[in-house]
């Protein structure tokens, strides 16, 4: 009998705890709609003027790409170096 009385107050104390708006918003249980007053438009999205520029290489850039490349082919067999050759092309 003494359990029946703690869960029929337990009950009770959770009935009045969601009836109350406030312990409501606290646990989230409460949709919040969106004010359709207060919904504005976005500008678009636009690029800067100088998107599709490409920066330009100077001579330093190719003699870098150059010993990359070299430093990756010194692994290589001749065959695979002969290949990796034609790729390139």
């Known amino acids: 009998m003494k359990k029946f009385g703690l869960l ?19 646990l989230g249980l409460n949709k919040k709609a969106p004010n359709e007053f207060m919904v ?24 870098e790409q150059q010993e990359y490349r070299e430093a990756e082919t010194e692994d290589l067999t001749g ?3 002969k290949l990796l050759a034609k790729m390139e092309r």
């Open 8 to 26: 029929i107050s337990a009950a009770v104390v959770c009935a009045a705890l969601t009836a109350c708006n406030a312990t409501k918003e606290s």
């Open 40 to 63: 504005t438009t976005k500008a678009p999205l636009s690029l800067p003027p100088e998107y599709n520029l490409l920066p330009v290489a100077g001579d330093n850039y190719k003699v």
């Open 79 to 81: 065959a695979e170096k």
